[in-house]
């Protein structure tokens, strides 16, 4: 007898779930936010944002790669998720192989921002005040190995100063520590943190973009 043809599943058969490897409030979750809507349109289905921040994106990651592999568990997989194999000695899964790539969804500048009352007022009396005295500043970032860490990083590096990192699990979390003056600065995305800069809650010196933000 002839076996009967197997029938391709609708997709998709149930709710979607995007997981944001980061606290409510920052650029991965503000992303999965503004997508959603549009998922939920074009595909019918309800989307749920599932936020699971922790270990630089590492928990929410691994949510997604243990997740069956359906099409319906969607991350939201921001700079760390590419770091991250090279930063941990140890993984609880594989990248990339354990992932499947979709689609670039949006390429985001880091914005210098200090407190208003930080004496600074450009990134060159940034770094004389970091090397009058090493250490004595803190920086905040989303996690170990996320891009506001690294782009710190990589500023001490070429500025030969030393500062304090202080990570936090997402930028929502960087913003309020900022707003609440613990920390004098951080390279935070720029969708986040630009809207407090520009009503005069954080203070903007400069973006890591290669030109200037028309913003």
């Not at 992303?31 to 994106?57: C, S, Y």
């Not at 319906?72 to 990248?95: D, Q, Y």
């Amino acid at each position: 007898s002839l076996a009967a043809p197997a029938l391709a599943q609708q997709f998709p058969s149930k709710p979607l779930r995007i997981v944001v490897p980061y606290t409510p409030g920052g650029g991965a979750d503000t992303t999965a936010r503004l997508i959603a809507p549009k998922l939920q349109e074009a595909l019918g289905q309800t989307v749920v944002i599932d936020n699971k921040p922790g270990a630089g994106g590492t928990i929410g990651d691994d949510a997604v790669a243990k997740a069956a592999p359906d099409g319906h568990t969607l991350l939201i997989g921001a700079f760390a998720h590419a770091v991250n194999p090279s930063l941990l000695a140890k993984m609880p899964f594989r990248t990339p192989d354990d992932f499947a790539p979709i689609s670039l969804l949006v390429t985001v500048p880091e914005l210098l921002v200090v407190t208003p009352s930080f004496p600074a007022k450009t990134v060159a009396e940034l770094v004389a005040m970091a090397k009058a005295e090493p250490g004595k500043l803190s920086y905040a970032s989303s996690g170990n190995g996320t891009a506001q860490h690294l782009a710190a990083e990589l500023f001490k590096m070429r500025t030969g100063t030393e500062m304090t990192h202080v990570p936090y699990r997402g930028s929502g979390e960087l913003v309020a520590a900022m707003l609440g003056g613990q920390i004098d600065l951080a390279f935070d995305n720029m969708p986040i943190s630009w809207p407090h800069a520009r009503n005069g809650e954080l203070k903007a010196l400069a973006v890591t973009s290669k030109e200037r933000s028309p913003a």
